[in-house]
């Protein structure tokens, strides 16, 4: 019994590597995750091969498709001659599925070994003629299609794999517009690492009207224009507070600062009475400082830490709402 997930490249068969020609030489078949693949085509004549396309046929909720595949992926795993899971790039960069299945076979004892391939980030910076270094975040389609808010940070570039779909784009979007303006100018990259590869900018609003969507297709999003990320505005805070930094923010204490405490929160309740949305952004960007200010005069006294502050309250409304509901 074991599992031996195999990375397929970003699509060109010459970008196979060798150790993964050498199992694949050695296998009677693969499950590949997507047979919609073109370094299928030159993979040895004498394996079979096997495909989840139909779960994405036929499942309707895109958070369903991942957890049948590895579903799937484990069963064949526990055979005494085990499975060879085949997905594109590598599995360890951008693969839901590879980081579940190793999560539940470590539960199960059972064996994972991985054999890389090249991922599509490469290629995807290479035709986009950008870099990795300025804090570049990988995520995943499907996963970004089912949150309400972006994991990440819209300061810095993310790259978004598995777009398959208009309809997985759509719902991408709708997500995304929740952090970026709705013209914010993205990129999809269609093909990338084979002959038909092509970037496609346009604004975000657009990604599920592209005509050239299909499962090779990936998502650049460059950060925004304006810095707008809570990390950015806390390290903005800390500076503040450095020793060379402002003396009036050094010197202030959580009792010095009780009374701007108050006065933003009876300026945010004017603003809600007032029924101004703008007037209502300054205040609580105005609020936001105090609270924020407060935690870092905690971090820099070793009290605690804002990741406590933001841990604890997390924690308290999954406890009161354990269902996802609404309190009753």
Same mark, same amino acid.
């Given at each position: 019994?074991?599992i031996t997930i195999?990375?397929?490249?970003?699509?060109?068969?010459?970008?196979?590597?060798?150790?993964?020609?050498?199992?694949?030489?050695?296998?009677? *078949?693969?499950?590949?995750?997507?047979?919609?693949?073109?370094?299928?085509?030159? +993979?040895?004549?004498?394996?079979?091969?096997?495909?989840?396309?139909?779960?994405?046929?036929?499942?309707?909720?895109?958070?369903?498709?991942?957890?049948?595949?590895?579903?799937?992926?484990?069963?064949?795993? $526990?055979?005494?001659?085990?499975?060879?899971?085949?997905?594109?790039?590598?599995?360890?960069?951008?693969?839901?599925?590879?980081?579940?299945? $190793?999560? $539940?076979?470590?539960?199960?004892?059972?064996?994972?070994?991985?054999?890389?391939?090249?991922?599509?980030?490469?290629?995807?910076?290479?035709? +986009?003629?950008?870099?990795?270094?300025?804090?570049?975040?990988?995520?995943?389609?499907?996963?970004?299609?089912?949150?309400?808010?972006?994991?990440?940070?819209?300061?810095?570039?993310?790259?978004?794999?598995?777009?398959?779909?208009?309809?997985?784009?759509?719902?991408?979007?709708?997500?995304?517009?929740?952090?970026?303006?709705?013209?914010?100018?993205?990129?999809?990259?269609?093909?990338?690492?084979?002959?038909? *590869?092509?970037?496609?900018?346009?604004?975000?609003?657009?990604?599920?009207?592209?005509?050239?969507?299909?499962?090779?297709?990936?998502l650049y999003i460059?950060?925004?224009?304006?810095?707008?990320?809570?990390?950015?505005?806390?390290?903005?805070?800390?500076?503040?507070?450095?020793?060379?930094?402002?003396?009036?923010?050094?010197?202030?204490?959580?009792?010095?600062?009780?009374?701007?405490?108050?006065?933003?929160?009876?300026?945010?309740?004017?603003?809600?009475?007032?029924?101004?949305?703008?007037?209502?952004?300054?205040?609580?960007?105005?609020?936001?400082?105090?609270?924020?200010?407060?935690?870092?005069?905690?971090?820099?006294?070793?009290?605690?830490?804002?990741?406590?502050?933001?841990?604890?309250?997390?924690?308290?409304?999954?406890?009161?709402?354990?269902?996802?509901?609404?309190? *009753?």
């Amino acid at each position: 019994m074991m599992i031996t997930i195999l990375g397929l490249g970003p699509g060109n068969p010459n970008l196979i590597t060798r150790e993964a020609w050498d199992v694949l030489s050695s296998a009677a *078949e693969v499950y590949v995750r997507t047979a919609r693949h073109p370094t299928l085509a030159g +993979l040895p004549s004498t394996l079979t091969v096997h495909s989840f396309d139909d779960i994405y046929e036929s499942t309707e909720k895109f958070e369903d498709v991942y957890r049948q595949i590895v579903d799937r992926v484990i069963k064949l795993g $526990r055979r005494p001659e085990g499975v060879l899971y085949a997905v594109p790039g590598h599995p360890a960069v951008g693969e839901s599925t590879v980081e579940q299945i $190793r999560k $539940r076979a470590a539960e199960l004892n059972l064996p994972v070994r991985i054999v890389a391939g090249l991922s599509f980030v490469e290629p995807s910076l290479t035709a +986009l003629n950008v870099d990795a270094l300025p804090g570049l975040f990988v995520a995943d389609a499907l996963d970004l299609a089912a949150r309400a808010h972006p994991p990440f940070s819209p300061d810095s570039p993310t790259l978004v794999a598995q777009l398959y779909s208009a309809g997985l784009a759509s719902d991408v979007k709708l997500t995304l517009m929740n952090q970026y303006a709705d013209d914010h100018r993205v990129a999809l990259v269609h093909a990338v690492g084979t002959a038909d *590869e092509k970037v496609e900018w346009l604004p975000l609003y657009a990604i599920d009207r592209s005509e050239h969507i299909a499962h090779l297709t990936s998502l650049y999003i460059p950060p925004a224009a304006r810095a707008g990320s809570f990390e950015t505005f806390q390290n903005t805070i800390a500076r503040l507070r450095a020793p060379d930094g402002c003396p009036w923010d050094r010197e202030q204490t959580h009792q010095t600062l009780r009374p701007n405490l108050l006065e933003e929160a009876y300026e945010t309740l004017a603003a809600i009475d007032v029924g101004d949305p703008e007037m209502l952004r300054e205040e609580l960007g105005d609020l936001l400082l105090q609270i924020v200010l407060q935690t870092q005069i905690a971090i820099d006294d070793g009290e605690f830490q804002m990741a406590d502050v933001i841990a604890d309250i997390n924690d308290k409304l999954i406890r009161r709402h354990p269902h996802g509901g609404h309190c *009753e």
